[in-house]
């Protein structure tokens, strides 16, 4: 258990998040984990492999609205497939990590998804690796559905690995904030500087 929670722990520090409190102060070096029971939650998926750039995008939602998108840029080539499965297997990780039971999975590579569900043949052999730990992690939920869903309806994890693929990144992470804006910029300036306008 020791080495499989560093083995996570390694994982988690590639990607570090914000966070609004310190984890624990108390046990220097672990990782805390939220509790999560019952709750189910979807993640879709997807990778992004062209010439020079490889980047991967996850979507964790849970059942009340809570959402973690993740973006991930790889420092080493692969395939679109192997793409997709590192993106497939780097959300199933990060979910059990946060301590997911029961997981749905939708994602738009058509081949991930039929060969996790025994549909398709593994042809490829650089492949096999990625499919015998889809196995493993899989395994690991109380509760796990994987289905196809359209390009369409998977934008939010294809934006997130196009964005991982086409950023240059100095050291090992940065930090994006996409907020909503409900107004022109003009009107909140209006706004601020109302008194001055007058």
């Known amino acids: 258990m020791a080495v499989k929670s560093q083995a ?5 520090a590639q990607f570090p998040g914000s966070e609004e409190c310190s984890l624990s102060e108390e046990i220097p070096g672990e990782v805390a984990v939220m509790e999560l029971p ?4 979807t993640m879709r998926f997807d990778g992004s492999a062209t010439a020079t750039s490889y980047g991967l ?11 973690l998108p993740l973006s991930f840029k790889l420092g080493f080539s692969c395939s679109n497939n192997a ?16 301590g997911v039971k029961h997981m749905r999975v939708l ?19 650089s492949l096999v690796a990625y499919r015998t730990w889809a196995q493993r ?13 359209q390009r369409s309806e998977n934008r939010f994890a294809d934006a ?9 990144i100095k050291g090992k992470n940065t930090l994006i904030t996409v907020s909503r804006q409900e107004h022109s910029i003009i009107e909140v300036l209006r ?3 109302s008194k001055e306008l007058k």
């Open 8 to 12: 996570i722990a390694d994982l988690l």
């Open 38 to 41: 019952g709750k189910k939650w």
């Open 57 to 67: 995008g996850i979507v964790l939602s849970s059942e009340d609205g809570d959402t």
């Open 83 to 98: 793409a997709e499965y590192e993106a497939y297997l780097t959300g199933l990780t990060i979910a059990l990590v946060i």
């Open 107 to 125: 994602g738009d590579s058509n081949l991930v998804v039929s060969q996790v569900k025994g549909d398709f043949a593994l042809r490829e052999q």
């Open 137 to 149: 992690l899989e395994q690991e939920f109380q509760t796990f559905n994987i289905e196809y869903t």
């Open 160 to 168: 997130l690995a196009t964005l991982g693929s086409q950023m240059s």
């Open 191 to 193: 706004r601020m500087f």
